[in-house]
């Protein structure tokens, strides 16, 4: 049994070692890790005449993988595919062992317990193991978080704005384009350039396939069940219209409620308000505290058998805020009370798996994700969808038309009325893919050492209030100086080359919550560097002295 | 001095600086300068209506002058306020009808002009007009 045991001293030498991150001592460790693991494998069998056949070749296999992960140590430049590939087949013997184990003991093979035993603890140690080198490997393969190689990608970052290089903190906005985005768009004009879901050309054939291929992408980056589910919009605003308008149709009527937050975005506060006009129902807001974090117990209060849909922000433009979207969800489905998340602000800085969440309708744009402009997706469920009448008619939404009936398209199309916003489509798959290639996981700890260093450069500044004090916040700082107009600061640090976003942001209500006429924010992303938030402070603290 | 004399007696004055940052600076001490609105003009109806900063604007004819006074919560603002008023009060309603107003082009204010900057500088220009206009009609 000390065999078992020194498996355990492995896993904490090699937890030892993943910390140090040097990877040829880590992929050397892990080959030696494996190689005994395999040794291991091979023991019982000596105590045990019959089932070797069976068991053998799992052995084998692990111990071949073994000597398989001596590779990456040559070739550390690339070792997503040497490395990832050999841990998926770790999983996969593994789960293959285990059946081996199932058979054994079914079919009534004259078994020792004590094998069978040791087997399946042996089993769910490499397994536990895989799964603990497959996570590190992910973040070890896209660990080359290479700043500099990053802002390369993105050509604005190296242009200059009222003769200074551009500091670039307007990402809530909008996100900049990597080359490769420019280059789908480029591409498309240039070679691509048809009409989808339309003609039997070629051409049409090839840019409709690279056209759904792209609803693929944005299916699997959400984790979507059906691609159907993902509707192609205009953008966030236009989604959230499309589902007031075509769910409210269906499913609001007088008296009903519709529930949102303090701190939404006009564009998520706007199309229900005027649902709530047009069918006589009630607009309810969820309050906030001083932190800028949803009273939870008081939405909890508003939710009745009159709420028809909740609708609130993934994460806030303003406060940065992250909401606890999954326990929201939740409780309103305890009611069967659909959900809607708007996620524009969520999707350049975290996942969303809209399976997991569960949630009814997940919203967002392109351009945040660093997409181009002009394109949006809708994630719906199937149930809600199919339901839900047409928002917008017309070429590309029908089955049959008469003069006396319409019978409509099935999902998707039934929701994309006229020719989509191709390019945007293709754009925005490209962009995902790129962001998925550095990882979602890897901006968000990034990003959050951004914020952590703005914050606390900011606090040191005098005269300072920061806006949106969440203790799950992304990296979006709004802030006041007291006794100065942020629209002065604004104008003073745009001299200076930096672009941060100043004004009511477009969440009137929230402002008034506060008392405030205005904020400036400051939102990050990943091409956004500590160096960058330095020259910011500097020049903050520069313009305040001039304006005092 | 007439207006365009005003004007380009400021062209002359921005010239000076070399930076964007030096501009501003003295645009700030400008609008130190501002004639203020009377408190009792600071009201609601009296504001026009910009997007990212408020201002006040008053206005009275005197001897068949007119005399603009104002304020801004924004203090840039403020400077492009007392830049207007500067150049087109104390003169007659024809004479503020009728100026062009280039010097704003050509110390570089143009880019506040656009409507994304929302400083509310061509609402401000249009507004003082505007009294001009009725303080013409008014003869």
Partial sequence: MTSYSSLGNLKMSCNHVLRACNLTKLFSHLQKCFINLAKLFLQPQKCFNKP?????????TVLALAKGFLQPCKTVFAPEKVFLQPCIAVLQACKTFFQYNYLLLHKRFPVKPLYLQQNTLLFR??????????TTAKTIVSKPFDIKKIREDFPILSRKVNGKPLIYFDNAATGQKPQVVIDAIDYYYKYQNSNVHRG????????????????????KHLNATHAHEIIFTKGATDAINLVAHSFGKKFISKGDEIIISTMEHHSNILP?????????????????????????????????????????????????TINPIKEIIDIAHAKNIPVLIDGAQAVAHTMADVQKLDCDFYIFSGHKLFGPTG?????GKEKWLNQMPPYQVGGGTIKTVTFEKTEYADLPLKFEAGTPHIEGGIGLAVAIDYVNEIGLENIAAYENELLVHATEAL???????????????????????EGIHNYDLGVLLDTQGIAVRTGHHCTQPLMQHYNLQGVIRASFAFYNTKEEIDIFVEGLKRAIKMLK | MNIEQTEQEIIEEFEIFNDWMGKYEYLIDMGKSLPMIDEKYKTDDKIIKGCQSRVWMHSELKDGKIIY??????????????LMIRVLSNHAPDEIINAKLDFVEKIGLTQHLSPTRSNGLVSMIKQMKLDALVYRSQH
């Avoid at chain 1, 070797?52 to 084998?60: A, G, M, N, Y």
């Avoid at chain 1, 974090?293 to 806030?316: C, F, G, N, R």
């Fill in chain 1, 272 to 320: 229900w308000q005027q649902l709530c006009e047009e069918k006589g129902a009630i607009l309810i807001v969820v309050p906030i505290n001083d932190a800028g974090e949803l009273l939870m117990d008081e939405y909890k209060k508003l939710l009745s058998d009159k709420t028809k849909i909740v609708a609130v922000t993934h994460i806030s433009n303003v406060l940065g």
């Fill in chain 1, 52 to 60: 070797e056949k069976v068991i053998l070749q799992p052995c084998k």
């Fill in chain 1, 375 to 379: 394109v949006g997706v809708l994630y």
């Fill in chain 1, 459 to 481: 606090t040191k500044i005098e005269g300072v209030k920061i806006i949106g004090t969440s203790k799950h916040k992304a990296a979006v700082v709004s802030f006041l100086v």
């Fill in chain 2, 69 to 82: 006074t104002a304020d801004s919560d924004a203090i840039i603002t403020k400077g492009m306020v007392a």
């Fill in chain 1, 125 to 134: 140690i490499i397994l536990n193991f895989a799964v603990q080198i497959m």
């Fill in chain 1, 200 to 219: 039997v050309h070629t051409m049409s054939q090839e840019v409709t396939v690279v056209y759904e291929n792209a609803r693929a992408t944005i299916q």
